[in-house]
């Protein structure tokens, strides 16, 4: 399995930005379709975005259209996550993940990051 490692949350007001990364392990990363999803207090993991594995396919809940973009290097095994105009609704703690196929469903990804957090105060 490809092991990832979520960096780049932390606490910001409405309206900021922050860029989370994902760094794989694995060679096999540039393999992988990878995803972000996030999980709210009292929630479910909700899909938020996800890209293929040659950055040809992007895919974005309704929620963050328009405002997070995923990226991915290839040659450096990482996954991106840039969010703007951030809102209050977009707390939770972010999760990237991988699988090998293109989808929006948190059970058929198979590896998991520990997870960061994102804070944004109104």
């Not at 709210?40 to 309704?62: C, H, M, N, Q, W």
């Amino acid at each position: 399995q490809v092991q990832l490692v979520e960096s780049g949350g932390g606490l910001v007001q409405a309206g900021g930005s922050l860029r989370l990364s994902c760094a794989a392990s694995e060679r096999t990363f540039s393999n992988s379709v990878m995803g972000w999803f996030r999980q709210a207090p009292g929630k479910e993991r909700e899909f938020v975005a996800r890209i293929s594995r040659s950055s040809g396919s992007t895919l974005y809940a309704d929620s963050v259209k328009g405002r997070f973009t995923i990226s991915r290097d290839n040659a450096e095994n990482t996954v991106y996550l840039q969010m703007n105009n951030l809102k209050p609704e977009d707390t939770a703690i972010y999760y990237c993940a991988a699988t090998a196929v293109l989808s929006t469903t948190p059970r058929t990804y198979k590896s998991w990051g520990q997870g960061t957090q994102v804070t944004v105060s109104s």
